[in-house]
């Protein structure tokens, strides 16, 4: 199913982006091959020239990728329009990683001598690649807070050289969130290209499309796969033109191509992602619910809470606060190490979005190497336990944090 065709977004997780298969298999088959077959050299020229649809070699498509593409392509434009008034099409290229999937994008369109604009909140890797590789590429990075929407456009009014907007709402780790609808506004104002990373909050419960941005980027390896069983990343375009154009001769080139069996992996996740987005999402409020009332928690760090910085943006934009949360232990760092040794279901690993509940205290593990002022200049103070709160039933969740607090 490639067409919307009004069709309840649940729906849209089953079904969409399923071809019937040639050998009438109920689910696509994982399609191990790496280059595919002709009927005649004639058919082989149409295929090559985009006259007939087709598969020419395993770097450049395969169909069980092309179903999580599309799947995910329909689930970002999901009730969206076009500006006719038509169902909004988008175009999504899957990756082996989100890092390989930004990497694409941001080759695909912003050349040696431009320049992006960002906000300091990004995930690590983006941070890193704009640090380390792109300005050897001749690429430079200004940064600026989004939240200041008229220093955002003094900073793009003053380098004529900026063409990019990057965008990552809500952010990893500290989950602070930016307004889409303005920053995209002022973006356009300017005709800077727009991308959003909607990895934390997914298309169940944000679609950046909806406020006209040209590129959203997605690490698949966590909600949207949902099983921890795979590493991937997605982009996903509106431009259909550039899509087939630039950015799918990037992808070709660059390499960053997924595989048939992660593909598998991630279409099988998706099956279910609205159903288990709902249950992380109820989860969520209630443990965070449960930790801001707690004793030796000094503070917790959930959109859903009031007290947030950007609870409005959040509210404005997202369905619900989601089911990522943060919160600083009283007892610093020793209650950290200790919090995470005493736990008994929750699973002490990084990444996110998995069906269990991932636990991570970043003082000793992620951010263990970074100089303590650095590290608590970044807003990861000594006793901060991140939790990506899984689909379990919220009482054991909860039964597991209150043994290991206490
Ligand atoms: C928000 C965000 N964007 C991008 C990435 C990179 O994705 P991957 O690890 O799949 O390369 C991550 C990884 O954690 C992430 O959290």
């Known amino acids: 199913m490639t067409e919307q065709d009004n069709l309840g977004f649940d729906t849209v997780c089953v079904h969409g982006g399923h071809q019937e298969d040639g050998h009438r298999a109920h689910l696509t088959p994982i399609y191990a091959t790496s280059t595919y077959t002709y009927d005649s050299v004639e058919q082989a020229v149409n295929i090559f020239k985009g006259d007939e649809k087709g598969y020419i070699y395993g770097r450049f498509g395969n169909p069980t990728i092309n179903e999580a593409e599309d799947k995910i392509a329909m689930m970002e434009a999901y009730g969206l329009k076009d500006s006719q008034g038509n169902q909004l099409q988008l175009k999504?290229?899957?990756?082996?990683?989100?890092?390989?999937?930004?990497?694409?994008?941001?080759?695909?369109?912003?050349?040696?001598?431009?320049?992006?604009?960002?906000?300091?909140?990004?995930?690590?890797?983006?941070?890193?690649?704009?640090?380390?590789?792109?300005?050897?590429?001749?690429?430079?990075?200004?940064?600026?807070?989004?939240?200041?929407?008229?220093?955002?456009?003094?900073?793009?009014?003053?380098?004529?050289?900026?063409?990019?907007?990057?965008?990552?709402?809500?952010?990893?780790?500290?989950?602070?969130?930016?307004?889409?609808?303005?920053?995209?506004?002022?973006?356009?104002?300017?005709?800077?290209?727009?991308?959003?990373?909607?990895?934390?909050?997914?298309?169940?419960?944000?679609?950046?499309?909806?406020?006209?941005?040209?590129?959203?980027?997605?690490?698949?390896t966590k909600f949207l796969n949902g099983h921890g069983t795979a590493v991937g990343g997605i982009v996903i375009g509106r431009d259909l033109e550039k899509m087939n154009g630039i950015v799918t001769k990037t992808h070709r080139l660059l390499g960053g191509n997924s595989n048939a069996f992660e593909a598998y992996l991630l279409t099988n996740g998706l099956r279910t992602?609205?159903?288990?987005?709902?249950?992380?999402?109820?989860?969520?409020?209630?443990?965070?619910?449960?930790?801001?009332?707690?004793?030796?928690?000094?503070?917790?760090?959930?959109?859903?809470?009031?007290?947030?910085?950007?609870?409005?943006?959040?509210?404005?934009?997202?369905?619900?606060?989601?089911?990522?949360?943060?919160?600083?232990?009283?007892?610093?760092?020793?209650?950290?190490?200790?919090?995470?040794?005493?736990?008994?279901?929750?699973?002490s690993a990084v990444s996110l979005g998995t069906c269990d509940t991932l636990v991570v205290h970043a003082a000793s593990t992620t951010h263990v190497g970074v100089p303590r002022d650095k590290r608590v200049e970044y807003g990861i103070t000594d006793g901060l336990i991140r939790m990506s709160v899984g689909i379990e039933n919220v009482e054991d969740i909860i039964a597991d944090i209150e043994q290991a607090l206490s």
């Not at 990683?97 to 930004?102: D, F, R, V």
């Not at 912003?110 to 890193?128: C, D, N, P, R, W």
């Not at 007892?331 to 190490?337: I, K, L, R």
């Open 92 to 220: 999504a290229i899957l990756h082996a990683s989100g890092m390989g999937a930004i990497t694409t994008m941001v080759l695909a369109n912003v050349k040696a001598g431009e320049k992006i604009i960002t906000h300091q909140s990004l995930y690590g890797g983006t941070q890193e690649l704009i640090d380390k590789v792109l300005p050897g590429l001749g690429i430079e990075t200004i940064i600026v807070d989004f939240h200041d929407l008229a220093k955002t456009e003094e900073a793009i009014k003053a380098d004529k050289s900026i063409s990019m907007m990057y965008v990552e709402t809500p952010a990893n780790p500290t989950l602070q969130c930016v307004d889409l609808e303005a920053l995209t506004a002022l973006a356009k104002q300017h005709g800077l290209t727009v991308c959003a990373d909607n990895t934390f909050a997914t298309p169940y419960l944000q679609q950046p499309f909806k406020y006209d941005v040209d590129f959203v980027m997605h690490s698949t």
């Open 273 to 347: 992602f609205s159903l288990r987005m709902e249950r992380h999402c109820g989860n969520a409020e209630k443990v965070a619910t449960y930790l801001n009332e707690h004793a030796a928690v000094s503070w917790v760090n959930y959109l859903g809470l009031e007290s947030h910085p950007d609870y409005a943006i959040g509210k404005k934009q997202m369905k619900h606060p989601g089911a990522m949360l943060s919160f600083e232990l009283k007892g610093g760092f020793d209650a950290g190490v200790k919090f995470i040794n005493s736990l008994k279901l929750c699973t």
